[in-house]
């Protein structure tokens, strides 16, 4: 049997330096002068994300003093087993998550 036993321990660091997570943009609106701002996660990283955990994304708008966009996100790992192989393209949901690891909050 193949099988996946055990879920990621929600809080567990991921030690890696630069965690880039390709195809992934985080966009948030500026609450005070409405600018639009944006990462791409492929080249900014975040740094030793915690599953499960907030990490701070945050922007400071160029537009005004003061101005700060601030939000968290949390990184939620997937894991699959192939079973079958197949040459068609499948696309991912939005976050390339298949199944979540997540465990209990
Ligand atoms: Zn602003």
């Given at each position: 049997?193949?099988?996946?036993?055990?879920?990621?321990?929600?809080?567990?660091?991921?030690?890696?330096?630069?965690?880039?997570?390709p195809?992934?943009?985080?966009?948030?609106?500026?609450?005070?002068?409405?600018?639009v701002?944006?990462?791409?996660?492929?080249?900014?990283?975040?740094?030793?994300?915690?599953?499960?955990?907030?990490?701070?994304?945050?922007?400071?708008?160029?537009?005004?003093?003061?101005h700060?966009?601030e939000?968290?996100?949390?990184?939620?790992?997937?894991?699959?087993?192939?079973?079958?192989?197949?040459?068609?393209?499948?696309?991912?949901?939005?976050?390339?998550?298949?199944?979540?690891?997540?465990?209990?909050?």
């Amino acid at each position: 049997m193949t099988e996946i036993i055990g879920v990621p321990t929600v809080g567990k660091e991921i030690d890696v330096k630069r965690f880039y997570i390709p195809g992934v943009t985080v966009r948030a609106e500026c609450p005070e002068c409405g600018a639009v701002h944006e990462s791409d996660l492929g080249v900014d990283y975040l740094s030793y994300p915690e599953l499960g955990k907030p990490e701070p994304v945050y922007f400071i708008c160029e537009d005004g003093e003061d101005h700060y966009v601030e939000f968290d996100v949390e990184v939620i790992i997937g894991l699959t087993i192939v079973l079958a192989r197949s040459d068609e393209e499948t696309p991912l949901n939005p976050l390339g998550i298949t199944h979540d690891l997540s465990g209990p909050r």
